[in-house]
């Protein structure tokens, strides 16, 4: 196909595959001088990138501000209207919007003011500022009405004498956006279906849908609870509908929708109602990997609710993943929430926790990777002129002071793409005139991860072991243990893979654990970043994976380029008591906050059979004070059958990092790690 831009005061197009590239470099030339390099980068990867089969992609850039761009960008969607469809979504996965910056994604967008508000509402309470910010709105928020136009002149074409119900329903609903509040469950979740599309359209991802049963909490819910159901299972295979093209490149089912269910209010009563419960059920009788639920969990929680989250759980699907607010909430004040802000807290895609719609608040920026320390460690030549265990740990403590210095130094160079859309969502943004991306918004701390803590914590502790206490090795035989010439290795890797101590309720392991933890926490506790914001950090990171093929040989006889460990989580042979145990002793307040998943595998069998001791467990574990915990309900068995013949199994569901997915679809080196642990968690 010839290659065509449209050109006025944007830039605009069908760019056929084959030409591309070279539009790439036509386009990236009306950037800014230091933009084009940043700009060509993102066209290339994010566009040429693509899992769906659409042969044609249409790149919109328009000079100027962003709100005309996103205002121009909603001219050009193609609307795809599905009749007999309850919730009409959609996006136009051949459509991008253009940015040379980074952009800010993987932050629920607080959709309260579009429910309960009219869209004319809107408009003028921003027009009331009279200021730069609400100029920016209103273009888009008329950009809006428009577009709705748009949709509901489509469905006269398509269903001129009304015929069909579910689309009168909808041109209804679409119209009462511009006009009115959202009265009723299904008008409200087309809503939210309506504004996650248009933040997914424009490039935004990782796009969640935060406490839906707190912000729906006004909504009178006039059906019964069966045909609740039926509406939320409706919501939930909506959202799934474009589950490839949400997914992030190298999973399909890592797509952030996730759904905050319960939690601690400011008076320390716990809340929940209706919807939160047919929530959870819904998911766990709709088996789907997406969208996610998160359960926030507390002591004084209804059991019943408690219960129904287990059950859930039981099924396979992964979901909900655990928050724990008796040690969530304090934690995160103690970082400087407000008790208001800690007590409403959502989380970004996985399990970060952030202040629902008034923070920038990016948390996965970087990993501190503490594997790859060991490594540095043994090949640093102070290595072998230790004389105490000691020394060996002021050695390794020099080098993670590099490693954490060098991810704040990465993350202090972000910019960030404007984002008036966002900043729209953003409590703060319109009250000081001042986008999201130039710090706006009432929070703007960042978050970085960590991963390889369990590796170096067995490295270090094998190192006390050999040398200092059993003297049955040398420092310096350590040092060679990636010698493959060395006919010793081999001895010396199975000594090291012999002893695990991680996740193990040892005072060694506690001891060597906090000291790390600590030394990173004096670290990052005084960074600021060009806002004034904070950084936190947490024990958790999805990239235990793509982390472990660039780190070597480490000393917990882990082989060069192998994952590193899976979050707080142990080797063979510990029991899940003790794992809770080891993660409820650790330190999690302040800077260490930014998500702390305990990860283990169970048998369903093990659940079903046990309910009440299950139930018992978990009840004793949130009093025990773990951060977060998830799990896998599946048999080693089960998913060595379905990597043979994936065709017996296309609806098996694992969970992944922090989302769930199909386990016939992940890449074979995930598929093998999960075979991996869960055959290493039947040995507990």
Known sequence: ??????????????????????????????????????????????????????????????????????????????????????FQSWIDTGLYTAKSETMIDNIPPNYEAVVYSSIDDIIGKFASYNNEQSCEYIQILNAIKNYIDRICLQIDEIDPEGKDDRLAKSKLYYQRMITNSAESLEEALQRIVFWSDIFWQSHHRLVGLGRLDYLLDKIELQEDDSEILKIITDFYDTLHKNYAFKSNKISKGDTGQIIIVGGLAENGVYFSNRLTYLLIEALSEHNLPDPKILLRVSSNMPEDLLRLGVRCVSTGTGCPLLSNDDVVIPAIEKFGYTHSDACNYVTSACWEPLPYGKALEKNNLADINFAKVI?????????CECRTFDDVVNVYLVKLKEEVNSQLKLIDSLKWEEDPLMSMFTDGCIECDKDISKGGAKYNDYGILTVGLANAVDSLLNIKRLCFEENTYSLSQLAAVDDINNQQVGILKSELSRNKYYGRNLDDSLQMTNLLTDYVRKLCINYRNKF?????????????????????????????????????????????????????????????????????????????????????????????????????????????????????????????????AYFIELPEEYQDMLIQRALDSEKS
């Open 532 to 660: 004034g914001g904070k950084v936190k950090w947490g024990l958790s990171s999805p990239n235990y994976v793509e982390c472990g093929k660039i780190t070597g040989q480490t000393l917990d006889g882990r082989e060069k380029g192998a994952p590193l460990a899976v979050h707080i989580s142990a080797s063979a042979g510990v029991p899940y008591t003790d794992l809770v145990e080891f993660a409820s002793s650790l330190n999690y307040d302040g800077v260490a906050s930014n998500g702390n998943v305990v990860d283990f595998f169970v048998q369903r069998k093990l659940i079903c059979d046990n309910t009440d001791k299950f139930l018992a467990f978990i009840k004793t574990s949130i009093s025990l004070g773990f951060f977060q915990m998830q799990m896998n309900i599946v048999s080693s068995e089960q998913l060595k059958e379905a990597k043979a013949h994936p065709e017996r199994f296309p609806d098996l569901i694992v969970r992944v990092w922090g989302f769930s």
């Open 1 to 86: 196909m010839a290659s065509k831009i449209l050109r006025s005061d944007m830039l605009g197009g069908y760019i056929g595959m084959a030409n591309i590239k070279s539009e790439i470099r036509n386009i990236s030339k009306y950037f800014p001088f230091y933009q084009r390099r940043r700009a060509e980068s993102y066209f290339t990867n994010e566009i040429c990138h693509c899992n769906l089969d659409a042969k044609d992609r249409r790149i919109c850039y328009f000079h100027g501000s962003k709100s005309k761009q996103q205002a121009s960008m909603l001219k050009m969607i193609n609307i795809q209207l599905s009749e007999g469809a309850r």
């Open 375 to 383: 490594v540095e460690l043994y090949h640093d030549a102070h290595f």
